[in-house]
Structure formats: C-alpha cells, structure tokens
C-alpha cells in the first residue's frame, strides 16, 4: 500500500519541499511518510513494501546529511498556509519525554541523556514542540519541534552560570521564535502553555514578537507595588461569574484516578503589573497583562479542587473576554492528545533506532501523522453534512472508505467521519458504553491497522477484476 494515492498526495503536500540538500533524498521522505502513514503503529518492516523500500527508509533515518528540521520545517510551511487564512491560532507548547529507558542500558542509544530526577535511571530526549490549534479546538498540525537532552546542574554551579547557558525554561522562547519565522501574515498568534511556561523572558519574548499568550501561573509573582502578589490579588477581586462544567471521569493510579463530577467555578479577572525576577540584572522594567482565576466552589472533600490562574497578553476587561479566555487555555489537551497518538499510536519510544539523530527523524515524520489523526478526530466531532462527507475523501484512500462503508452497511458516498471513527474505534477494541470516555491511541491505531489490512485486500481483488 505504499503507493496509494491518497496517502502519497498528502507525504507529497507536507513533505515535497523540505531542504535535504539532495532531491532524491525528498524522493525517499515522501515514500517512506505515505507508507508510515498507511499503517503507523507498526514497525518499519511492515510498513515498507520490500527488502529495497525497507533498506532505503534505513538509509534515509541514518543519513546524517537529513536535518530533522528540515523535514519539521517542510511539514511547518504547509501548516502556516492554513494559519494564515485564520484571524486567531492558537500555537500551543508542551514539552514531553521521549522514554527509551527499556531499550538495555543507559548509553546503548547514542546521543541520548538522563532522564527525570537526579538519582533515576531513566534515560531518553526531551522533545519541546508546538501545534496550531483553532479557536474551537480543531488541529491544523505541527509549527515546530525540538529535541534536546535533560541538564543536570554540575555541583556548585552558580546563578551567573546558569544564566550563562540555555536551559530547559528557555525552550519555550526558541520555540516562539522559529514559529515566527515563518510566513503566517494577519494572523493573531496565541501562544498557549501549561505551568511550565511561566517564565518572565518568554512573556517578554512572546511581547517582542508581536505574539499573544496564555500561560497558566505557576509563580506566585509580586505585582503592582512590589508588595503585593498575584494570587492575593486575585482572591481580593469580585467574582465577576459562575459556571458548571462537567469534569469527566479518569482512570489510572490511585494518583491519577478520579470519578466524574459536576464542578461550580467562580471566575475573577484583574489587570497586572508582573514585577521583574529580584537579584536578576536582565530584567529591570515590569510587565503588564492581565491574570485570570478560576477556583471550584464547594468541592468534594476527597478531590483536589480546581484552581487555574492564568496569564494572558490580549485585554480581558468583560466576563466575555475572561471565558474566551479560558476556552483557549482548555485547549491545550490537543498536545497531550497528540503526544499520546505519537508514543501510543506512532509507537516512537518502540523504535529500534539506535542513535537520537534517527530518532529526530523519525519523530519529525511522525509528528505531523499524530497530527493527521486528530483532524480526523475533530472532522468525526463536526454534524454530519455533505461537506465532511466529502472531506473525509481527502483524508483516506477509497479502498478504506470503501471497507469501512461496507462495515458500516452504507454505500460508501454516504459513509460520514463520525460512522467512519466509530468503526475504526470500534475495531480496535473501543466498547462506546454509555459512560466510557473518547477511545484512546492504542484502540484508535488498532482500529486504523484493521481497517488497513482490509483495504489491501479489497484493492488486491479490485486489482485481480474480483471486486
């Protein structure tokens, strides 16, 4: 199947123009793309066609001539086409760890750094990147990642050394500066983050840049006289709303588990005044934005209540402005979602690779096929019509379409994105109970290589008259 049509158009959309200094090397990144994307969560001898495309696709990932940002950066410039159509997208950062700590020992992936806490055995990369997202959530692809090793501070080291050299909170700057590179014209870029963006110089950067951003605060920062600090001045302000979201069930640990519940948020917003870091000579000027909180009333008495303060550059002087807000911060679980459909469905931290720059490139191919899913998730969210209808033909060969219809009993001009995803979920072991939550990565690529097993054999019949 790796020279079906629908998925070679889309390797060739995203994939045709990256810079890898040689044509023929564009050549093998479009083939081994389509045929990743066929069946991704797979390995890479499954996915090629034979021995000769299963050699090249190795040859391609240890070509130390292919930079993974040249393939980040071909898949980037055809997202930025679709940001620039819109008057606001959301750019939303996340860093997640690349976990090859079953692959033996540490060091048996060269190039590769510790990982979590000091004394931990752990070992892989960091990979740092950045989706855009719509105003109602729809995935557009990736903008940009980065890969880097975890630095463990020598003993001793001081603070003018620290600052001397990047480190991990720095990330977030790099990242909206390359973003900013490219061609994304009237557009309102709003970068969005979780606690881990707090960081002075990347609001400052973000201002610099003429980028919006939404961070959720994880500083308790002195604002307006020095005296004061955010989280005091926000318990001070009125509540300006209420409002009841359900806050669905998780499974998990004991940690993580939790049970579904109907959550009573109060809502306050001011403007502030965000004084400099002390004792750090960088900065001497305060910076002004506006904050916003967000804190459950009357919680259970067994569940961490729900408390965001979140940072934001665009004016917040209504309630209606605050929610807008907040919507957009409730976006970020795009990120986590595709971080899952990257290690779960892609099978990333499963590679066999054994050195980090094949990784890379690996990862910088996968990345925008996480992404693909997740538009086919939210085009499955929209009503069903016509036009998705149709859409969907951009998203899947016929062969799929044409097995999937056939599952569903529907002529396959009539099969919709939400009749297709549910099959696929479906197939890959999603029950859809009453209660269950949205199906997940594993079922979702389960359900995807069933689909696409079916396929081959619906078009090698096709192709033999029998169909």
């Known amino acids: 199947m790796e020279g079906d049509p629908t998925f070679k158009q889309w390797a060739i959309d995203n994939f045709s123009q990256?810079?890898?200094?040689?044509?023929?090397?564009?050549?093998?990144?479009?083939?081994?793309?389509?045929?990743?994307?066929?069946?991704?969560?797979?390995?890479?001898?499954?996915q090629c066609a034979d021995h000769a495309a299963l050699a090249g696709g190795y040859r391609f990932l240890s070509n130390c001539?292919?930079?993974?940002?040249?393939?980040?950066?071909?898949?980037?410039?055809?997202?930025?086409?679709?940001?620039?159509?819109?008057?606001?997208?959301?750019?939303?950062?996340?860093?997640?760890?690349?976990?090859?700590?079953?692959?033996?020992?540490?060091?048996?992936?060269?190039?590769?750094?510790?990982?979590?806490?000091?004394?931990?055995?752990?070992?892989?990369?960091?990979?740092?990147?950045?989706?855009?997202?719509?105003?109602?959530?729809?995935?557009?692809?990736?903008?940009?990642?980065?890969?880097?090793?975890?630095?463990?501070?020598?003993?001793?080291?001081?603070?003018?050394?620290?600052?001397?050299?990047?480190?991990?909170?720095?990330?977030?700057?790099?990242?909206?500066?390359?973003?900013a590179q490219l061609p994304i014209n009237k557009t309102r870029l709003i970068h969005v983050g979780d606690r881990h963006s707090d960081v002075f110089d990347f609001l400052l950067t973000a201002e610099r840049l003429n980028h919006g951003y939404v961070?959720?605060?994880?500083?308790?920062?002195?604002?307006?006289?020095?005296?004061?600090?955010?989280?005091?001045?926000?318990?001070?302000?009125?509540?300006?709303?209420?409002?009841?979201?359900?806050?669905?069930?998780?499974?998990?640990?004991?940690?993580?588990k939790r049970r579904a519940r109907d959550a009573v948020l109060s809502l306050r917003f001011c403007k502030v005044s965000l004084q400099p870091p002390r004792n750090d000579p960088r900065y001497d000027e305060p910076h002004v934005c506006f904050a916003i909180e967000l804190a459950e009333l009357a919680p259970p008495e067994d569940v961490d209540p729900i408390r965001w303060v979140l940072l934001c550059s665009e004016p917040v002087e209504s309630t209606g402005a605050a929610w807008r807000v907040v919507t957009w911060y409730r976006h970020r679980w795009v990120i986590e979602q595709w971080h899952r459909q990257l290690k779960e469905g892609c099978r990333l931290e499963k590679t066999q690779l054994d050195e980090a720059a094949d990784i890379k490139r690996l990862a910088a191919i996968a990345g925008p096929i996480a992404a693909n899913l997740l538009r086919l998730r939210d085009l499955a969210s929209s009503?069903?019509?016509?036009?998705?209808?149709?859409a969907l033909k951009q998203f899947l060969p016929?062969?799929?379409?044409?097995?999937?219809?056939?599952?569903?009993?529907?002529?396959?001009?009539?099969?919709?994105?939400?009749?297709?995803?549910?099959?696929v979920a479906q197939l890959g072991g999603y029950l859809g109970r009453k209660n269950d939550p949205r199906p997940g990565a594993k079922a979702l690529w389960h359900g995807w290589q069933q689909i696409a097993i079916r396929a081959q054999g619906w078009q090698l019949a096709r192709d033999a008259g029998d169909v």
């Open 215 to 256: 961070v959720r605060a994880m500083h308790n920062r002195y604002v307006d006289d020095d005296e004061t600090q955010l989280f005091d001045k926000l318990a001070d302000q009125p509540v300006a709303d209420t409002s009841t979201i359900h806050v669905p069930r998780r499974s998990g640990g004991s940690a993580q």
């Open 398 to 423: 016929w062969s799929m379409i044409a097995v999937a219809a056939a599952l569903c009993k529907v002529a396959p001009e009539q099969l919709t994105p939400r009749q297709f995803f549910d099959k």
């Open 65 to 179: 001539d292919v930079d993974p940002q040249a393939i980040v950066q071909s898949h980037a410039q055809h997202v930025a086409r679709q940001v620039s159509q819109l008057p606001v997208v959301l750019c939303v950062q996340d860093t997640t760890q690349l976990d090859f700590s079953k692959r033996a020992k540490r060091g048996s992936i060269k190039g590769t750094g510790p990982l979590g806490k000091r004394n931990s055995h752990g070992h892989g990369l960091l990979q740092h990147a950045a989706l855009a997202v719509t105003e109602e959530g729809r995935t557009l692809g990736v903008l940009d990642q980065q890969w880097h090793c975890q630095h463990r501070p020598e003993q001793g080291e001081t603070r003018k050394q620290r600052r001397a050299r990047d480190t991990e909170a720095d990330v977030w700057g790099h990242c909206a500066h390359a973003v």
């Open 383 to 390: 009503p069903d019509h016509a036009d998705s209808t149709q």
């Open 18 to 46: 990256a810079d890898l200094g040689d044509k023929r090397r564009t050549s093998r990144l479009v083939q081994l793309a389509a045929a990743m994307h066929m069946q991704p969560d797979v390995s890479l001898p499954q």
